[in-house]
């Protein structure tokens, strides 16, 4: 279903989303803050290039970004064309080699909440010792519904901020940054939370 989505909403996508939010912004800091120049970053679910790439890009960085729609990728390598940009899943993308941050940015909740575990233990492996992982997550329990957005079905599931935490330290993980972007409404907004994870040693072992 997103994929379908994403690609039928790829321009008015770009056009909307060109910018990070203040509080995005501080977020993510905290991330380019903490690699070194010219760093790799993955961008989980990287989608245009913008903002997310664009942000890491100017500050001298390497991205990888990984995105299953093909129409929002050929904005991302119009964009950023010195970049790599794979179309696949984030849920079956395995990494071919060790990073500095990895991203997964209004993502994670397109994905069935069962399979957030296994990508959180292949990003611990993809990490070096002073990586960070940064993330965003519902901000509330819910089940998982299905909502539109420029007029397109889109699938969304999360575990609540306090669970996906448990995950992330069972994986390897400590939080050492953390942000509610957006409160939940009580009704068609969930809510939104940021996180930013560093990896503890030692490494578990990767999910296959």
């Given at each position: 279903m ?7 909403i790829?321009e ?6 060109t ?8 977020v993510?800091?905290?991330?380019a803050?903490?690699v070194a120049a ?9 989608g245009?290039?913008?903002p ?8 001298g960085?390497r991205i ?11 904005f ?5 064309p ?16 060790q990073?500095?941050?990895v991203i ?10 069962e ?12 990490l070096g ?5 940064a ?5 509330s ?7 539109t957005?420029?007029?397109q079905?889109?699938f ?5 901020p306090a ?5 992330l ?5 400590r939080?050492?940054?953390s ?6 409404d009580?009704?068609?907004d969930?809510?939104r ?9 030692p490494?578990p072992?990767a999910a296959?």
């Open positions: 997103n994929r379908a989505s994403y690609d039928a790829a008015q996508w770009d056009l909307q989303r910018r990070l939010s203040p509080l995005e912004a501080e993510l800091e905290t991330v803050g903490s010219g760093s790799t970053i993955l961008d989980l679910g990287c245009t290039g913008r997310i790439a664009s942000f890491f890009a100017a500050a960085h990888i970004g990984v995105d299953q729609s093909a129409g929002m990728l050929a991302a390598k119009q964009r950023l010195r970049q790599r940009w794979v179309l696949g899943s984030i849920e079956d993308f395995v990494p071919s080699e990073v500095a941050a997964a940015w209004d993502s994670l909740f397109h994905i069935p909440r399979r957030h575990a296994a990508i959180f233990q292949r990003t611990r492996a993809a010792a002073d990586g960070r992982f993330l965003t997550v519902g901000g329990e819910h089940p998982a519904f299905t909502d957005m420029f007029g079905p889109f969304y599931d999360s575990f609540p669970q996906v935490v448990a995950m330290e069972a994986a390897g993980f939080v050492v940054h942000l509610v972007l957006n409160h939940p009580g009704a068609r969930k809510g939370v940021a996180l930013v994870a560093a990896p503890v040693s490494k072992n296959p």
